[in-house]
């Protein structure tokens, strides 16, 4: 079983469109968070959940939303897709927050925007 | 503000030993995680160091120096499926990892 899921693997859109990306963990972890790496290879956090509730909000764009159904799901899903926004998408998840827990990443989700 | 230095790349031969070094500047510390990423794929847990000194997991060791805001990570008897990057994280005050770029590690035969 996968521990960290991600779908879709690849997607490709058009500037100006709106898409979700959706993850689930089946580890029992409090915690998820979502991640942008660009073509530099920097892992920006994005977002943090904790049980359902917002944790972390960097500076990111309001295009950008962030749901927690419960706490076993984080999807993202992202309005008026501009070119900037190509990168790879990782989902993770750890035990808990507010200690240096170990993050399992999900496979991730390479986002082209045309 | 916080700060993580890598070497962008290495190149190593098969069987070899590498050191890949780490500075790093945070607000806080609470520990620093390094993880292995292969290309197109996610990063993975390697190790995490709290105490200063060297931590042995098979060919992987990774070492601590918190007075020098540094640590490295050692990979002995390299083998062709350890061509990735390897990135350095610490943990700050608020238990938030922060990435380095990561070093991309080239094996060649």
């Known amino acids: 079983d996968t521990a960290v899921s991600q779908t879709p693997k690849y997607l490709v859109t058009q500037m100006g469109n709106d898409k979700s990306i959706k993850c689930e963990q089946n580890?029992?972890?409090?915690?998820m968070y979502w991640y942008k790496q660009d073509s530099k290879k920097f892992l920006k956090i994005m977002f943090s959940?904790?049980?359902?509730?917002?944790?972390i909000n960097e500076t990111v764009p309001n295009r950008f939303s962030p749901k927690s159904p419960d706490k076993a799901h984080l999807n993202l899903h992202i309005n008026s897709l501009e070119l900037g926004d190509s990168a790879v998408y990782f989902c993770?998840?750890?035990?808990?927050?507010?200690?240096?827990?170990?993050?399992?990443f999900g496979p991730g989700t390479r986002l082209t925007v045309l | 503000g916080q700060n993580i230095d890598q070497p962008t790349e290495m190149t190593a031969t098969e069987g070899a030993i590498v050191q890949i070094n780490c500075t790093y500047q945070?607000?806080?510390?609470?520990?620093l995680f390094w993880y292995q990423q292969h290309a197109g794929e996610a990063p993975t847990f390697l190790s995490y160091?709290?105490l200063d000194g060297l931590e042995e997991k098979g060919r992987f060791s990774s070492f601590l120096s918190r007075s020098k805001g540094y640590s490295y990570l050692l990979l002995k008897e390299l083998q062709m499926k350890d061509s990735a990057s390897y990135l350095c994280?610490?943990?700050?005050?608020?238990?938030?990892?922060?990435w380095g770029a990561g070093t991309k590690l080239i094996i060649k035969p």
């Open positions: 580890l029992g972890h409090d915690t």
């Open positions: 945070t607000s806080g510390f609470n520990g």
């Open positions: 959940y904790n049980n359902k509730e917002l944790i």
């Open positions: 994280a610490p943990v700050d005050s608020n238990y938030q990892l922060i």
């Open positions: 993770a998840s750890s035990q808990a927050i507010g200690e240096p827990d170990t993050q399992y």
């Open positions: 160091n709290v």
